[in-house]
């Protein structure tokens, strides 16, 4: 059996909730293009069908992404970690718990817009099931394009955003475990986590070298909305900074 030789770096993306890794894919062929081994996991419970969240905890989506970063761990020196809305706070665990060459916070999902989500506890047990948002972006066209071929549930387990907003909870403590040279970014628009999020991720990390990046024109679903080859650049010229 030939041995795969080692790379110098890889990457490891995280998805949110309750999304498809492709939601984050558009990061793919920048990945390609530089070289670098990546994985992007789908999360436990998300791109098969909505039910597949029922009794997913928050540790499952941990744990996933832990076997990702190990896998390429053992064949790279260095791992880079980036995270979108949820996958931002598995990102952050992931980080905390491995040595990472750097961390890349993509709207992290540390605070929420929608004004039910701090009642989530007591609705949980009563409405089983909450149907999504309809998908919002800046880019016209590329919304269209988004609603022929979705990219996240249209419902999901309400039970399992309660686990999303425990997490969500949980991970300001763990970010100052984090000591990687880390890259924040959020849009202003976002409708989904607020910017207050992407501020106190950056209040909350513990790097000495951390920075905060703001994009104006995009909504939630950065990687797939008109500013995305932008965000994309900006993601790899991060990752490969020496």
């Known amino acids: ?41 789908a999360l436990r419970g998300h791109a098969t069908v909505y039910t597949d969240l029922i009794g997913v905890q928050w540790q499952d989506w941990v744990t ?10 053992a064949q790279s020196a260095r791992v880079a970690v980036v995270g979108h809305s949820m996958g ?28 039910l989500a701090p009642l989530v506890g007591i609705l949980a047990p009563i409405i089983k099931v909450w149907k999504s948002a309809p998908p919002v972006l800046w880019d016209a066209l590329l919304l269209e394009q988004l609603k022929k071929d979705p990219a ?18 949980l991970t300001p403590d ?11 970014i959020h849009s202003l628009r976002d ?6 999020a992407a501020d106190l991720a950056l209040e909350r990390l513990g790097s000495k070298d951390k ?21 994309c650049e900006l993601i790899l010229e991060f990752i490969l900074k020496p």
């Open 191 to 196: 409708e989904v986590i607020p910017p207050a």
């Open 88 to 115: 931002g706070l598995v990102a952050s665990h992931v980080a905390a718990a491995r040595p990472v060459d750097s961390l890349t916070l993509v709207a992290p999902a540390l605070k929420f817009s929608h004004l």
């Open 1 to 41: 059996m030939v041995a795969t030789p080692m790379s110098e770096l890889a990457v490891l993306v995280c998805h949110g909730f309750p999304a498809m890794p492709k939601t984050v894919g558009h990061l793919k062929p920048y990945l390609e293009r530089a070289g670098l081994p990546h994985e992007i996991p």
């Open 211 to 231: 920075r905060l990046q703001w994009f104006t024109n995009s909504r939630h679903e950065m990687f797939c909305d008109g500013e995305r080859d932008a965000l």
């Open 174 to 184: 763990v970010l100052t475990r984090v000591t990687a040279r880390a890259l924040v």
């Open 64 to 73: 996933d992404a832990l076997s990702a970063y190990d896998r390429l761990a």
């Open 152 to 169: 996240t549930y249209d419902r999901f387990p309400t039970a399992a955003f309660a686990q999303l907003w425990a997490f969500s909870k």
